[in-house]
């Protein structure tokens, strides 16, 4: 198993922080989604507890797998990729990285502009990044919610993208980010040899 990434290939560095921050995602959404409306029972305050704690997880994630893309770069595209592909996709995975800091970052704001506490898995307190201020939680929960969909919306993009790669132009994109137990590189198709 290859850690690092290389010209090819994700290495499993990259590909366990991936599938992990999207299981986080597809989490945190869902209590997001459905503690809103829930009544007002203890129930309510642990999903809200839950929500916040596994979004502070995921901004230590994607710090770290930030540096680690920074560290390890990332492969070329598959050959054969035309180029417009290939820049909308730099510009959307530079924005799926953006959102995906701006969303905890302004859950944390509006947190501490409403003057609520902040624990993580009732381990540690985290201190308020912000003093109280009406303006400023109207603000950041405007931003935590229209940025939802804004992710949602890359998402689904990125994701359709990936399966596009898959399904009709039968190349390695998604593959290549899927775990994998091989040591080495796969040796690349007669085809697309350059
Ligand atoms: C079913 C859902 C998903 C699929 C099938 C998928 C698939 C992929 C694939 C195949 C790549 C590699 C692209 C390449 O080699 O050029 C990739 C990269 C990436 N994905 Fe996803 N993805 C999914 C969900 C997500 C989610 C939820 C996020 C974050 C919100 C995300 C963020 C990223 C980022 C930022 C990269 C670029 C990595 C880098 O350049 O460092 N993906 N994804």
Redesign the pocket.
């Known amino acids: 198993m290859q850690l690092k990434n290389s010209d090819r290939r994700?290495g499993a560095v990259?590909k366990l922080l991936?599938w992990a921050?999207?299981i986080l995602?597809?989490w945190i959404a869902w209590l997001g989604l459905t503690m809103v409306d829930m009544p007002p029972t203890p129930a309510k305050i642990n999903a809200y507890a839950l929500h916040k704690s596994l979004g502070l997880t995921l901004l230590a994630l994607v710090a770290l797998?930030?540096a680690w893309?920074l560290y390890a770069g990332?492969?070329e595209?598959?050959p054969g990729?035309p180029s417009w592909q290939e820049r909308i996709?730099?510009v959307?995975?530079?924005a799926?990285?953006a959102?995906?800091f701006a969303m905890p970052v302004s859950g944390w704001l509006f947190n501490s502009a409403s003057g609520y506490p902040l624990q993580w898995f009732k381990q540690f307190n985290l201190p308020a990044i912000a003093g109280r201020s009406e303006d400023l939680a109207a603000t950041a929960i405007q931003v935590h919610e229209y940025g939802f969909w804004l992710?949602l919306l890359?998402?689904l993009a990125?994701?359709g993208?990936?399966?596009y790669?898959?399904l009709f132009q039968g190349d390695d994109?998604?593959?290549?980010?899927?775990p994998s137990l091989r040591r080495d590189d796969p040796p690349a198709r007669p085809d697309t040899e350059n």
């Open positions: 994700w990259s991936h921050v999207v995602i597809a797998r930030l893309r990332a492969p595209p598959v990729t996709a730099t959307t995975h530079w799926l990285y959102l995906m992710l890359l998402v990125h994701a993208a990936a399966f790669h898959h994109t998604l593959r290549r980010m899927l």
